[in-house]
């Protein structure tokens, strides 16, 4: 059963009719439980924006069409404010780019933790803070209960990504929608959450959609791919058909673009040679 | 080939043993004695993560960082502190491009005068440049840009012409600090490319700072790689990367992920920092060439 199915998506943003630009125009796609569904794309190209869709937190004007359902029950798309209060951060959980906007900087990260799991679950204070402590072992931040107490700027940014992380999983949502969340990361400290949430998809069956412009990042933990362009999806398949047989020729460029694609220019062997002009002529 | 006499066997940039320190009197070493030269035509790669000194570096070799100790030398003579002052001319010959072309580039101010100003720069020592309207067309851009505004430009085309102002000054060392991390992924490889295309051309030498390796390996001849405020290892890009000598180089080139499509996850440190990264080994300094097999 899918977790989270998007059908025929359409995001339209602007504040007054003569302005409004569709920005998302008509994606669907299935995110399943244990897996991770990779969207790809460049800046502009929607990815953002279907992500704020689905958790209802478009910029003002923003409107929504098409289909949304939550484990096959739950319509998203035209949702009471209230019901969907109930369902963000709870059933649907977020993480973003940049942990230390995403963190309060003068709450301790425990109340943080506890703040969403009391809102939603009505947990006692010790059965929360017993919880939290679990929570920030899972996510592999060192002295779990010690770090209860401390403040966001007490850790390195990639803790903070892994509390952030943490804050997520709280009230153990069926999926997890994760905007960028290594990009502003060092490449050995991204190494390390995208090991955290494979192990998370697998072990606690959760579905996540992967927001990234980095292919390699896509290529490390994504199970399935969806290329995004211009607010459409162009190609979507399982991480190793589109890696090794794109068939959209956007696909290829992307791919193609890629450093590793590349041959180094240093040493390069000159471009024109004497063969290449006979052959002009 | 190595006569000390002349100004072409004489680095353009030399650094010796540079410390740049931040705060007053426990102060916070994030430059702890590095040394490097970079020759005329030539691309030295900076790398490193978040906090490693390499920005430290990069602001010191343009003089807007007030040296703790050690010695920057651009082409035999010292670099004036940047003041609020004009630069004196000569010292228009050295360029920087920055990470965010939105601070760098005059909001207020057409993008063909913004290279114009560039231009300017050049003439005032003599040197002859072309038009902006040719710098564009360098950088990759359409000529119709000219006279548009930096805030109807999107962040890479900005990007492009922090670069284009920065070669229309004629410059003979560019020094650049992340230049294509604010670039969409797919556009960073090229820019990187152009940029080292347009300094070899030219003949200048280039200080290109970046915590991309995979990037660097396409353009840089050699490549410094700095870990908390220390050159850890260094010597031709094809060395470094093929056969990385020091734990840490070993570290940073395991965790790029590669997109092959197999879904291999890269390999995580155990913790954070292990304490070998700190540690110096001398046989991952100054590295020679490769030597590979022809064929």
């Known amino acids: 059963m899918s977790a989270l199915s998007i059908n025929d998506l359409r995001v339209e943003l602007g504040k007054d009719k003569s302005h409004r630009t569709e920005v998302v125009k ?9 897996r991770i569904h990779g969207l790809a794309g460049e800046s502009g190209s929607g990815k953002s924006m279907t992500a704020l869709a689905v958790l209802g937190l478009l ?4 409107i929504v069409r098409g289909s949304i359902v939550l484990r096959g029950e739950t319509e998203l798309v035209g949702l009471k404010p209230k019901a969907y209060r109930a369902i963000r951060g709870n059933r649907i959980a977020m993480v973003f780019q940049d942990p ?3 963190l309060h900087p003068q709450i301790t990260v425990g109340a943080q933790i506890i703040d969403g799991m009391r809102a939603h679950l009505r947990l006692n204070r010790a059965d929360a803070r017993r919880r939290a402590a679990e929570l920030l072992a899972l996510v592999r931040v060192p002295d779990p209960q010690a770090a209860l107490t ?3 700027h007490q850790f390195s940014g990639g803790q903070r990504q892994r509390i952030a992380i943490a804050i997520a999983l709280a009230c153990d949502p069926d999926v997890l929608l994760a905007d960028e969340p290594t990009t502003a990361l060092d490449v050995t400290v991204q190494a390390g959450i995208l090991h955290l949430l494979r192990d998370l998809a697998v072990e606690r069956d959760l579905a996540i959609l992967l927001v990234t412009h980095d292919l390699g990042v896509m290529s490390a933990v994504a199970d399935d791919v969806s290329v995004m362009r211009h607010g459409r999806i162009v190609e979507s398949g399982p991480r190793r058909r589109i890696f090794t ?6 696909t290829r460029e992307l791919l193609a673009a890629m450093p590793d694609a590349r041959e180094s220019l240093v040493d390069a062997p000159p471009v024109t040679t004497t063969t290449d002009s006979e052959e002009w002529r | 080939m190595s006569d000390p006499g002349t100004t072409e066997a004489r680095p353009v940039l030399q650094v010796d043993q540079l410390v740049v320190e931040y705060g007053g009197r426990a102060a916070f070493r994030a430059v ?23 920005s430290s570096t990069a602001r ?13 030398r651009y082409r035999g003579g010292a670099v004036a502190p940047l003041g609020l002052r004009t630069r004196p001319r000569e010292l228009t010959a050295i360029q920087m491009v920055f990470q965010d072309p939105n601070s760098s580039l005059n909001p207020r101010l057409r993008v063909g005068r913004q290279i114009d100003e560039g231009s300017r720069a050049a003439r005032s020592r003599g040197l002859s440049t072309e038009d902006a309207a040719y710098w564009l067309r360098e950088v990759g851009l359409s ?8 805030y109807q430009l999107s962040g890479g085309q900005r990007q492009r012409v922090a670069i284009a102002r920065a070669l229309a000054a004629r410059p003979d060392l560019i020094v650049a600090d992340e230049p294509i991390s604010a670039l969409d992924a797919s556009a960073q490889a090229s820019v990187a490319a152009m940029m080292r295309e347009l300094c070899v051309a030219s003949g200048a030498a280039m200080l290109f700072i970046s915590h991309d390796l995979s990037v660097v390996r396409l353009m840089a001849d050699r490549v410094a790689v700095m870990y908390a405020g220390r050159i850890v290892e260094s010597g031709p890009t094809s060395a470094v990367w093929n056969e990385p000598r020091h734990p840490y180089t070993r570290a940073l080139l395991g965790a790029i992920p590669h997109p092959d499509g197999e879904g291999i996850l890269p390999a995580a440190p155990a913790t954070e920092a292990p304490a070998t990264w700190r540690e110096l080994v001398p046989e991952a300094l100054d590295r020679s060439p490769l030597t590979l097999p022809r064929g």
């Open chain 2, 60 to 72: 010191a070799v343009i003089g807007m960082e007030k040296l703790a100790g050690g010695d920057v």
């Open chain 1, 150 to 152: 401390k403040y966001p």
């Open chain 2, 32 to 54: 702890d004695g590095i040394s490097f030269d970079i020759r005329a035509g030539e691309v030295l790669a900076l790398v490193g993560e978040s906090g490693c000194g390499k």
């Open chain 1, 245 to 250: 047989d794109p068939r959209h020729p956007y």
């Open chain 1, 100 to 102: 230390s906007a995403s």
């Open chain 1, 26 to 34: 008509g994606i669907s796609l299935e995110l399943v439980p244990g």
């Open chain 2, 143 to 150: 000529r119709d840009l000219e006279n548009r505004y930096p």
């Open chain 1, 59 to 62: 910029p003002a004007g923003g």
